[in-house]
């Protein structure tokens, strides 16, 4: 690290989390500590702070410990000394100061990817445990910045990025009139009661990346889809109060996303390119509200895209020359498995595809999920030096493109091309897979 | 000292006993029902197939990616832990208080599998200890009990290849034997050592976290 990387580092002030901490004492962070570990967790909590024999053996599978230079603080046992253990050492009375610690390292130095868990010989979930001390912090009111105002549009407007409701039906209009000079009998059908297929998107689609709800409509056209978008909440699948600790908001979301495709009586949802909102929707707000599984069956893109293929409902026209690469999003590879379908899916539409390694289950996180990115600016130097690995990872590879179903995953490499100044682009699959199929079906 | 015997073979031995096993079953019986109590969706995601494959890859030398990472210690790891089992309950001195006592016996080990069993536990032990203090990570998430359990699992070990050589001192080493392995016992429900149980339970459920739910490979 630089001195100037180490001063960048120093000075990282957070007016959301400094705000409330001078409001806490060591009575009111006792009591909220006591009442998330004896109301909120139980034996799987106590079963893993018990289990872990130190072994050191998550250490080289965090991306932060091995960016920052095998900096054991960084190492996911030592996140969990810092916080956890430490709020048990000192009986759940601290002081703001260590409060101000324990968030930071739960929100901007843990992606909550999962790695680590399939590195301990006992399969202990660091990721949940840092998932409870962000509870404890939300609880508090400790909460970084930029990833409390998602929270609060996801409250107020049931979207990340305080879309209102006219503003996401007009650009769905404007995106149809868009792609219409593409496929003039495009449509893109709102509120279609009884369609096979709800597809639900992230807020930053029709905020500021409305082009891939142009291309996914191109895709859905193309295929002779029956499909529809929700007029109303419900359409925007992201969560990040899930990730700021907000459990009852996350509550929220789910239910109201299902509850848009129960009202249209649709029989699955398809999900865009995103990770973390299929985590939400299929993994954690789901259960929260008690469905073990999605009430209505819930399809991540690239299920979707391999589907069509197959089935022959698109057809590639010329594959892409450019040498690519693909980044594993954790969410939907550690999280849903769909890493041999999504190469599938590459190797359909490329010609010269280069694996990363690690890859698959095992590849490194991109630094930008868990709610890491939402964080906001005050951490992206410290978000870029914890990349490093990745960095170096992706420039192996020698691709042009790097190609990764997942917002979070595709921000995060776009900001590490840039900062490592890799002469590459990223992309998601749809991107590739508009840009190489056949225009009609 | 001769006086010390009768104690530690009979009244501490039986506690020890007791406690390891009485207190191995509370814990886990504690655990079960707390998250029975308080966690019953967990029982609703585990799946027998997701745990039996993970534990098998985890069971393997070098069967998950963390072991070919580490081929020093996967190797260290499993001798240890087969002799940390096999060495007291297949050892024909143990078999044969066991016979004395209850008339109960089984196979036994022969003896130089035995001592070489002892021996690479102890080393192991040291190797634990080593390996703790010597690699920054493992020493900045150390506390003293860390410390303190290769200690705890070395002297037994030690103490019984001493004395069943009858090395110099191996009187006073055999009833150091005796009652350091009393305290191991005891230590397993109550330290970190409860891994033994405790690491199956949470393997299970990751596994089948993994496995069942996210059709994903944890290891």
């Given at each position: 690290m630089t001195p100037s990387e180490q001063a960048a580092l120093a000075s990282i002030v957070d007016e959301g989390i400094e705000r409330k901490l001078a409001t806490l004492t060591p009575e009111k962070i006792k009591a909220v500590i006591d009442a998330v570990l004896n109301s909120e967790t139980g034996s799987r909590l106590k079963a893993y702070l018990k289990t872990c024999v130190r072994c050191g053996l998550c250490s080289d599978a965090c991306h932060f410990f091995l960016s920052f230079d095998r900096d054991p603080a960084f190492s996911p046992a030592g996140k969990i000394r810092q916080t956890l253990e430490l709020f048990i050492r000192e009986k759940n009375r601290l002081t703001a100061d260590q409060i101000r610690k324990a968030a930071v390292i739960a929100y901007t130095e843990c992606n909550l990817c999962r790695r680590c868990v399939i590195y301990c010989p006992f399969g202990v979930d660091t990721a949940y445990m840092i998932g409870v001390v962000r509870r404890i912090c939300h609880r508090l009111g400790v909460t970084p910045l930029y990833i409390q105002d998602t929270a609060h549009s996801h409250s107020a407007?049931?979207?990340?990025?305080?879309?209102?409701e006219d503003e996401w039906i007009d650009t769905i209009l404007w995106q149809e009139d868009d792609a219409r000079e593409e496929d003039p009998d495009l449509r893109i059908p709102l509120e279609k009661e009884g369609a096979e297929i709800m597809y639900s998107v992230i807020a930053p689609e029709p905020r500021f990346q409305a082009d891939l709800i142009h291309k996914a409509a191109i895709l859905m056209n193309r295929a002779n889809i029956d499909w529809t978008l929700p007029a109303t909440p419900g359409w925007d699948n992201s969560d990040m109060a899930m990730y700021s600790g907000d459990n009852e908001i996350m509550g929220r979301i789910t239910r109201t996303h299902f509850e848009a495709a129960e009202r249209l009586h649709v029989k699955r949802i398809v999900m865009g390119e995103c990770g973390h909102a299929f985590r939400s929707v299929y993994d954690t707000g789901n259960r929260w509200l008690g469905w073990s599984r999605p009430p209505v069956p819930v399809v991540h893109a690239i299920e979707f895209y391999h589907d069509l293929l197959t089935s022959g409902k698109i057809r590639i026209r010329e594959k892409e020359k450019r040498p690519v690469t693909f980044h594993d999003p954790c969410n939907v590879v550690r999280g849903r498995g769909l890493h041999e379908k999504a190469r599938d899916i590459i190797r359909a539409t490329c010609e010269n595809f280069v694996e990363m390694t690690p890859n698959r289950e095992h590849n490194y996180c991109c630094g930008a999920g868990g709610g890491v990115i939402n964080c906001g600016p005050p951490y992206k130097t410290k978000r870029m030096l914890a990349s490093r690995v990745k960095a170096e990872q992706i420039r192996r590879t020698g691709a042009e493109v790097v190609i990764t179903p997942c917002h979070n995953c595709h921000s995060g490499i776009h900001d590490i091309l840039h900062h490592y100044k890799l002469p590459m682009t990223v992309s998601f699959m749809v991107d590739i897979l508009t840009a190489t199929m056949e225009t009609s079906a | 000292m001769h006086q010390l015997y009768p104690l530690a073979t009979g009244p501490l031995l039986y506690a020890a006993i007791f406690l390891c096993i009485g207190g191995t079953l509370i814990q886990t019986g504690l655990l079960v029902m707390e998250t029975y109590r308080r966690e019953r969706s967990v029982f609703s995601f585990l799946s027998l197939k997701s745990t039996l494959l993970s534990m098998l890859h985890w069971a393997t030398p070098f069967g998950s990616t963390v072991m070919r990472k580490n081929v020093v210690l996967t190797l260290v790891g499993f001798l240890f832990h087969i002799f940390l089992v096999m060495v007291p309950v297949f050892l024909l001195a143990h078999v044969l208080l066991f016979y004395e006592a209850w008339g109960l016996s089984w196979p036994t080990l022969p003896g130089w599998i035995a001592d070489a069993g002892t021996l690479t536990v102890s080393a192991a032990c040291l190797f634990f200890l080593v390996r703790r203090l010597a690699i920054p990570e493992l020493r900045y998430i150390s506390g003293p009990m860390d410390l303190l359990i290769p200690v705890l699992v070395f002297l037994p070990f030690f103490t019984g290849f001493w004395a069943s050589h009858t090395l110099p001192g191996f009187r006073v080493v055999h009833l150091v034997h005796i009652v350091s392995g009393e305290i191991l016992l005891v230590a397993i429900p109550f330290t970190r050592l409860t891994h033994m149980v405790f690491g199956f339970l949470t393997r299970i459920h990751t596994s089948s976290e993994f496995g069942g739910t996210r059709y994903a490979k944890d290891w």
């Amino acid at each position: 690290m630089t001195p100037s990387e180490q001063a960048a580092l120093a000075s990282i002030v957070d007016e959301g989390i400094e705000r409330k901490l001078a409001t806490l004492t060591p009575e009111k962070i006792k009591a909220v500590i006591d009442a998330v570990l004896n109301s909120e967790t139980g034996s799987r909590l106590k079963a893993y702070l018990k289990t872990c024999v130190r072994c050191g053996l998550c250490s080289d599978a965090c991306h932060f410990f091995l960016s920052f230079d095998r900096d054991p603080a960084f190492s996911p046992a030592g996140k969990i000394r810092q916080t956890l253990e430490l709020f048990i050492r000192e009986k759940n009375r601290l002081t703001a100061d260590q409060i101000r610690k324990a968030a930071v390292i739960a929100y901007t130095e843990c992606n909550l990817c999962r790695r680590c868990v399939i590195y301990c010989p006992f399969g202990v979930d660091t990721a949940y445990m840092i998932g409870v001390v962000r509870r404890i912090c939300h609880r508090l009111g400790v909460t970084p910045l930029y990833i409390q105002d998602t929270a609060h549009s996801h409250s107020a407007c049931m979207n990340q990025m305080w879309v209102k409701e006219d503003e996401w039906i007009d650009t769905i209009l404007w995106q149809e009139d868009d792609a219409r000079e593409e496929d003039p009998d495009l449509r893109i059908p709102l509120e279609k009661e009884g369609a096979e297929i709800m597809y639900s998107v992230i807020a930053p689609e029709p905020r500021f990346q409305a082009d891939l709800i142009h291309k996914a409509a191109i895709l859905m056209n193309r295929a002779n889809i029956d499909w529809t978008l929700p007029a109303t909440p419900g359409w925007d699948n992201s969560d990040m109060a899930m990730y700021s600790g907000d459990n009852e908001i996350m509550g929220r979301i789910t239910r109201t996303h299902f509850e848009a495709a129960e009202r249209l009586h649709v029989k699955r949802i398809v999900m865009g390119e995103c990770g973390h909102a299929f985590r939400s929707v299929y993994d954690t707000g789901n259960r929260w509200l008690g469905w073990s599984r999605p009430p209505v069956p819930v399809v991540h893109a690239i299920e979707f895209y391999h589907d069509l293929l197959t089935s022959g409902k698109i057809r590639i026209r010329e594959k892409e020359k450019r040498p690519v690469t693909f980044h594993d999003p954790c969410n939907v590879v550690r999280g849903r498995g769909l890493h041999e379908k999504a190469r599938d899916i590459i190797r359909a539409t490329c010609e010269n595809f280069v694996e990363m390694t690690p890859n698959r289950e095992h590849n490194y996180c991109c630094g930008a999920g868990g709610g890491v990115i939402n964080c906001g600016p005050p951490y992206k130097t410290k978000r870029m030096l914890a990349s490093r690995v990745k960095a170096e990872q992706i420039r192996r590879t020698g691709a042009e493109v790097v190609i990764t179903p997942c917002h979070n995953c595709h921000s995060g490499i776009h900001d590490i091309l840039h900062h490592y100044k890799l002469p590459m682009t990223v992309s998601f699959m749809v991107d590739i897979l508009t840009a190489t199929m056949e225009t009609s079906a | 000292m001769h006086q010390l015997y009768p104690l530690a073979t009979g009244p501490l031995l039986y506690a020890a006993i007791f406690l390891c096993i009485g207190g191995t079953l509370i814990q886990t019986g504690l655990l079960v029902m707390e998250t029975y109590r308080r966690e019953r969706s967990v029982f609703s995601f585990l799946s027998l197939k997701s745990t039996l494959l993970s534990m098998l890859h985890w069971a393997t030398p070098f069967g998950s990616t963390v072991m070919r990472k580490n081929v020093v210690l996967t190797l260290v790891g499993f001798l240890f832990h087969i002799f940390l089992v096999m060495v007291p309950v297949f050892l024909l001195a143990h078999v044969l208080l066991f016979y004395e006592a209850w008339g109960l016996s089984w196979p036994t080990l022969p003896g130089w599998i035995a001592d070489a069993g002892t021996l690479t536990v102890s080393a192991a032990c040291l190797f634990f200890l080593v390996r703790r203090l010597a690699i920054p990570e493992l020493r900045y998430i150390s506390g003293p009990m860390d410390l303190l359990i290769p200690v705890l699992v070395f002297l037994p070990f030690f103490t019984g290849f001493w004395a069943s050589h009858t090395l110099p001192g191996f009187r006073v080493v055999h009833l150091v034997h005796i009652v350091s392995g009393e305290i191991l016992l005891v230590a397993i429900p109550f330290t970190r050592l409860t891994h033994m149980v405790f690491g199956f339970l949470t393997r299970i459920h990751t596994s089948s976290e993994f496995g069942g739910t996210r059709y994903a490979k944890d290891w």
